[in-house]
C-alpha cells in the first residue's frame, strides 16, 4: 500500500518559475526514501506539496488514496508530519515543555494520553527533563530538531518527511538525528528524507529519488543510484568519499561504506592473487 503518490505533479511560483514538471512516483509505506539533488533541484517544493503544504498548479497529490487537498489540516498531521529545513519557523512556544505538548493538544489527544506516552516519547528521542522549561530556541538545532519530532510522536504521527536535517550540523549530530528516524521506520513508520548529504543516504536509505531541474532523474535502489558516477557526475553531485577512494585505488567493486572497503582490502592482503 503506498503512502504518498503524485501523478504529473506541476508547481509553478507566481513569478512563473517551475519548480516540479510531471512527477509521478510512489511512496509506498514503511520505506525510508531519500530525495536527492541539489540547491534548486525542487525537492524541497516537492516535500511542501507531499506535506500538503503547497497546492499544486496541476496533477495529484494522493496520500493514502485521498487527494491532499481533502484532508483538513489535523487530519493530515496525523498520518503523516512534515519538518522544515527552517526549523525556527516552526517553533511556536516559549518552553520546550509548551513545544512538545503544542501539537497533540491542538489534535484534541487527551491529557490521559499524553501523560501515559510522554515519559516513553522523552526517552526514546534523549530528550532530558532538565530543559522543558528552557527557551525551545536558545537550544542547538540538533535538539531543536529532536523537541520537534517529539510533538508530533506525542500526537501519534508515524511518518515523516524531513528536509535536511543535517545542514549546520556536525557529523555526530548528523547521523543521531537520522539513528532516531532509523528506528521510527523499524517501528512501522515512513521516512522521506530530503538531502543533498550522499554519504547520509549511503547509509540509511533503502531507496533514492535523484532530482534535477524540477524533474525525476533517477528512481532506485540506493545503491544503484549512488554507484552511478556518471548519473551523479551529470547531476553535480559527488559520490561518497569512499567510492572516490576505491575509484582512485582501482578498486572495481562498487563500493559505498568505509567498512565495505576495509573489508575488500583485508581479502586482498590475504588473497594477494585475486
Known sequence: ??????????????????????????????????????????????????????????????????????YRRGELIRIIGYISQDINTQLLNVSVLEEILF?????????????????????????????????????????????????YLLAGTKNFIVDEPTTGQDWYYSIKFVEFLRRLRENGGTVILITHDVEILSRYSERVILMNSGRVVADGETREILCDLELLRRNSLLPTYTAQLAKEISIENCVLLPEELIRILSFKSLHPSY
Open 1 to 70: 500500500m503506498y503512502l504518498v503518490k503524485t501523478e504529473n505533479l506541476v508547481f509553478e511560483y507566481p513569478d512563473g518559475t517551475r519548480a516540479l514538471d510531471s512527477i509521478s512516483l510512489e511512496i509506498r509505506e514503511g520505506e525510508f526514501v531519500g530525495v536527492l539533488g541539489n540547491n534548486g533541484s525542487g525537492k524541497t517544493t516537492l516535500a511542501k506539496c507531499l506535506a500538503g503544504l503547497l497546492k499544486p498548479t496541476s496533477g495529484l497529490v494522493l496520500i493514502k488514496g485521498k487527494d491532499v487537498k481533502r
Open 103 to 151: 501539537t497533540p493538544r491542538i489534535l484534541n489527544v487527551g491529557e490521559d494520553l499524553i501523560k501515559d506516552r510522554f515519559d516513553e516519547v522523552l526517552s526514546q528521542l534523549e530528550i532530558g527533563r532538565e530543559i522543558l522549561e528552557k527557551p525551545v530556541l536558545s537550544l542547538p538545532r540538533h535538539v531543536k530538531l529532536r523537541v520537534l519530532l517529539a510533538s
